[in-house]
């Protein structure tokens, strides 16, 4: 499976923006999906997955103004951004498994996102 992360670009606080994982190579239709950011000096930290049935979970900081899907036709995850602050900057990555319980094992490239304020 090979993931290819798109829709980043520059936005203004209180912005949105919406961005797209496309999977290929195999079906990821059973997959845990989720993405996952990096600002510039810190850790990496998980903002959304989503499972095959559709439950989702999200960070703190992102609860109620992101939303993650998924398309399983076109293998395809999204992620919703909505009233961006600054903090949001970063890059995101999105990531796969297999299995709930693993660790999140196929990444795909960052895209990045810059929220000016």
């Known amino acids: 499976v090979q993931l290819q992360a798109s829709g980043g670009g520059l936005v203004q606080t209180g912005g949105s923006l919406r961005l797209s994982c496309a999977a290929s190579?195999?079906?990821?239709?059973?997959?845990?999906m989720g993405w996952y950011r990096q600002a510039p000096g810190k850790e990496r930290e998980s903002v959304a997955l989503?499972?095959?049935?559709?439950?989702?979970d999200y960070a703190d900081s992102v609860k109620g103004r992101f939303t993650i899907s998924r398309d399983n036709a076109k293998t395809t995850v999204y992620l919703q951004m909505n009233s961006l602050k600054p903090e949001d900057t970063a890059v995101y990555y999105c990531?796969?498994?297999?299995?709930?319980?693993?660790?999140?094992?196929?990444w795909g490239q960052g895209t990045e996102v810059t929220v000016s304020s």
């Open positions: 989503i499972n095959s049935g559709g439950n989702t």
């Open positions: 190579g195999s079906t990821v239709s059973s997959y845990v």
């Open positions: 990531a796969a498994k297999d299995s709930y319980y693993s660790n999140f094992d196929i």
